[in-house]
């Protein structure tokens, strides 16, 4: 399951399916502006727990995070995909959407 931070909802985890994907197609409030292809960075999480259940950082990956001046615990949801329980928090939700966590 992927929990978020501020959030009840939890969304069943793929391995299969980007965490970019799983949460859009939850209703998740996130930002991405290139598609889902490692290029805008807008859709930038901080994993919190289970980052072991999680792929490893790809080159594309890596090189984004970088110019970004992004922290280890930092993931492109994009380019993550999750096989365990995992739980994050999403640094750009998308621009106008209200975020109903309250």
Not at 53 to 66: D, G, P, T
């Amino acid at each position: 399951m992927i929990r978020i931070k501020g959030r009840e909802q939890a969304i069943p985890s793929s391995p299969a399916v980007s965490l970019l994907n799983l949460l859009q197609r939850n209703s998740v409030s996130i930002d991405t502006v290139c598609g889902g292809r490692a290029q805008c960075g807008r859709c930038l999480v901080r994993v919190l727990s289970g980052s072991d259940k999680m792929n490893r950082k790809s080159q594309r990956e890596i090189v984004r995070l970088q110019a970004l001046g992004a922290g280890e615990e930092m993931r492109l949801a994009c380019q993550s995909y999750t096989r365990g329980d995992i739980e994050i928090e999403i640094i750009h939700p998308h621009p106008g959407t209200e975020d109903s966590s309250g």
